[in-house]
């Protein structure tokens, strides 16, 4: 096949993927309030895709389900990998279409600071799609361990192949200046990848998720960060996987009190 050296993806793909990212900040605050205000953000923006971190299972309740039932979407699978009081806490993937396969990695760190990832494959109704929802290392000053998780992470993904639209998204706990991002996005020596970052495509200002005009977050003096991402790992024919838009959402209360201590993040890809 001859490659148009203007025109290297073909046709551009006009339809797009809904895909959202967003740490849920598991039961803390007052949480079955946060749920409500939740559930009404995740219905208000008709996502295709979600991934929730920091979500949580309990014998009684499950926040991937009522959270699938309240966005209209009729697939979800919740991994957990803490448990405190009955709780597991870890990340949900919510879908429109069919998860086939789900699968949880540890990424590395000394006891307790642990990242995690989880893998699902979706069968989408215009070709495969893969779905990575990540956790780093939270304290500011672990940019060494995180460098280790995202070095991990990306062996990981580039392992999988190629074979699908691969969407890796998640809490990174870091900026984009940190070297753990700059690794992933090319920047940066370490792990071989150039993964492109929906903010810098198609997100407009700072982006913050972590912001102090978040009571929640405000709480602990924190400085504007954007540490939530979305990144699109390669683009395919038909520019399948380029972000044409991203924003935030999540930022204003839902009723009396804010949804999250984060934000989340919408991002729509052509696929």
């Known amino acids: 096949m001859t490659v148009d050296p203007l025109r290297p993806y073909g046709a551009l793909i006009e339809s797009r993927l809904r895909l959202i990212t967003w740490n849920v900040w598991g039961r803390f605050g007052p949480w079955e ?42 697939h979800h699978r919740f991994s957990g990998d803490r448990e405190e009081e009955g709780v597991t806490s870890g990340s949900a993937v919510l879908s429109r279409w069919p998860i086939t396969t789900v699968e949880s990695w540890v990424l590395p760190g000394p006891p307790g600071h642990e990242g995690s990832a989880v893998r699902a494959d979706i069968d989408g109704p215009r070709g495969p799609v893969r779905l990575v929802s990540v956790m780093l290392d939270w304290p500011l000053h672990h940019t060494r361990i995180r460098q280790d998780q995202v070095t991990e992470l990306a062996q990981r993904v580039r392992e999988l192949g190629r074979g699908a639209l691969t969407v890796v998204c998640g809490d990174f706990n870091a900026t984009p200046d940190c070297d753990e991002i700059r690794m992933l996005t090319g920047r940066a020596a370490g792990a071989g990848v150039c993964w492109h970052d929906a903010w810098e495509f198609a997100g407009t200002g700072p982006g913050h998720t972590w912001s102090t005009a978040n009571p929640w977050a405000a709480a602990v003096l924190p ?24 924003q935030l959402l999540g930022t204003a209360a839902a009723g009396a009190t804010m949804p999250s201590d984060h934000y989340g993040v919408l991002t729509e890809l052509r696929y």
């Open 33 to 74: 309030q946060r749920q409500g205000g939740i559930a009404a953000v995740l219905a208000e923006h008709a996502p295709d895709v979600v991934a929730l971190q920091e979500a949580w299972s309990a014998a009684d309740r499950d926040q991937a389900r009522e959270l699938a039932a309240a966005a209209g979407l009729p």
């Open 223 to 246: 400085r504007d960060r954007r540490i939530d991402y979305v990144f699109s790992t390669s683009f395919r024919r038909g520019g399948a996987g380029q972000p044409t838009r991203a």
